[in-house]
């Protein structure tokens, strides 16, 4: 299915596929699909450039086991969406490492959500893509709800609160996975932020002495949706 005709890179061809000794802690019994997921991202996502070939030799350390360790902060069950999924990170490791959440994978394009789709079903793995943008009504109103959105590299901070809480329930979080300027860019877009429906945020650390440097997380939390005047009297008067 993940076939690769191209001629290969001599230094992905020199990569080393075997999985580092942090990955059977992170992945445990289901580390063969884990594997398997590395190996697909080494050559079908190769050829179909959703993973630029110099990334290969940072598969493990970078991508994969980077974007599983953001299981430390998410809650038993919870439903996980993951937007602008790309190759499916953080979407699908997160899935392999916490067999226990419900992940939903929203990309846009068509080549990337062929990949998803072919590597679900060779694995058996539950999880449910959807072809569109956060942003669109279909796509809200069939992923709307969730516990956690999840995000890599998607787009700047303000732009990406308004795709992510309409997306969330009441109390639930977008977690993004952000560089080390990332306290600088909460400063900036914090108004934006606020008006997408944002309210207490934390800048956290996942996967201490598992992966290095540890995967930088912002935590926000959705505020509860304010209602009409009529609602808030009504309330007030009981």
């Known amino acids: ?14 990569a080393d596929p075997t999985p580092p000794p942090a990955a059977a802690e992170v992945f445990g019994d289901r580390l063969e699909i884990a594997e398997r997921y590395y190996t697909a991202l080494a050559t079908a996502g190769v050829e179909r450039g959703l993973i630029g070939p110099r990334e290969v030799p940072r598969l493990w350390d970078r991508h994969i086991l980077n974007c599983a360790v953001l299981g430390e902060i998410i809650p038993e069950g919870a439903r996980v969406v993951d937007i602008g999924s790309g190759a499916g990170l953080p979407g699908i490791p997160l899935a392999i490492a916490r067999p226990d959440l419900h992940v939903t994978l929203v990309e846009p394009l068509l080549r990337r959500t062929v990949f998803l789709a072919e590597f679900i079903a ?113 309330r007030k008067n009981r």
């Open 1 to 14: 299915m993940f076939h690769v005709e191209r001629e290969v890179d001599p230094e992905v061809a020199s």
């Open 122 to 234: 060779a694995t058996g793995l539950g999880l449910t893509v959807i072809r569109g943008r956060a942003e669109q009504p279909d796509v809200r109103k069939e992923a709307g709800g969730a516990d956690v959105v999840t995000s890599r590299a998607v787009a700047p901070l303000g732009k990406l609160a308004q795709w992510s809480m309409p997306l969330v329930h009441d109390g639930g979080r977008m977690l993004a996975l952000k560089g080390s300027s990332v306290a600088e860019e909460l400063e900036r877009d914090r108004a934006e932020v606020e008006r997408a429906g944002g309210g207490r945020s934390e800048i956290l650390e996942c996967g201490a002495g598992i992966v290095s440097p540890p995967t930088v997380v912002l935590s926000i939390e959705r505020v509860a949706r304010t209602v009409g005047r009529a609602g808030r009297k009504s």
